[in-house]
């Protein structure tokens, strides 16, 4: 009999369901949810990460959730750490921790460790930052292109944040961030692992994506970004920068019509549900299911995986 513990992991683009089946698979297996998704950790940004409501989550408790302010920083580190001390806490209490993952880096920073990545050079973020204030993040993004295109591939064209570091690593280490990250890391010890994937037909999937960007504005997105901005968060805090709070904030302000808003999400998530999938198919032992994880075959499909 293994001593391993288990961890069920349920990963997949935007849309595909993954907080539906992880709820129905921690309901039927005495389970607790981890989410795994950079814009949940923010408090205060909740409609359009899509949070499930506490009205939604059946009673099964949602852990690594609002962990932090919007102008912090939050890294895949700091995330790992968080994990593995809720593990931790769910294994000394017999529950079967599932995890929901949309953000492949913080998976991977959990499952297989973190890589000996260069420290930061305040010098050279100053001048990336310059060079993004006169010509945009765009210009960044082609800098990363030319200088490492997997990275660039991955990263959204409008992610500072994420294209500067990029850009440090690859300079600094003088090597691919790729590189970089397969280098020597320690995965995570003691847990027997079970990946299950969402992958719904692309068209269908889109499809989704486009009716669930028009139901979180009749939930009220506009209005949290209108509260955001009375509270304060500044238009540059990395949260703002998520897909969503940026147009919308442009629309509040009279830059962009709603329309146009709801038409760029739209487009801008279905790109990022492309970089997720092509992200999550170099997962290795993944059980791909091809359906959404509210739909009851891959409910019975995934349970069959989890409990085997």
Known sequence: MSNLSRLVVVLGP?????????????????????????TQVYRHFDVGTAKVPATLQRGIPHHLVDLVEPAE???????????????EEL????????????????LRALLEGLADAPGRSEELRERLRRKADERGPQHLH???????GEAAARIAPRDTQKIIRAIEMRILAGKPVGEIHR?????????????????????????????????????????????????GVAPDAKAFQFIGYSEL????????????????????????????????????????????????????????????
């Open 14 to 38: 935007t849309a595909s369901g993954k907080s539906a089946l992880g709820i129905a698979l921690a309901e039927r297996l005495g389970g607790e949810i981890l989410v795994c998704d950079s």
């Open 73 to 87: 920083v939050f890294t895949a580190g700091e995330y790992r750490r968080r994990a593995v001390e809720v593990l």
């Open 91 to 106: 294994r000394g209490r017999g529950r079967l921790p599932v995890l929901t993952a949309g953000t492949g880096l913080y």
């Open 142 to 148: 082609k800098i990363l292109a030319r200088v490492d």
């Open 183 to 231: 280098g020597g890391r320690e995965g995570l010890a003691g847990y027997e692992v079970t990946k299950i994937g969402l992958l719904p037909p692309r068209a269908e999937l889109y499809a989704r994506i486009d009716a669930r960007a028009r139901s979180m504005i009749e939930a009220g997105w506009i209005e949290e970004v209108r509260g955001l901005i009375a509270r």
């Open 249 to 308: 904030r442009e629309h509040l302000e009279g830059r962009m019509e709603l329309q146009e808003a709801v038409r760029s999400i739209q487009q801008a998530t279905r790109r990022f549900a492309k970089r997720q999938i092509t992200w999550f198919r170099k997962e290795q032992g993944v059980h791909w299911l091809s359906g959404f994880g509210d739909e009851p075959g891959i409910v019975a499909a995934a349970l069959e995986y989890a409990r085997a």
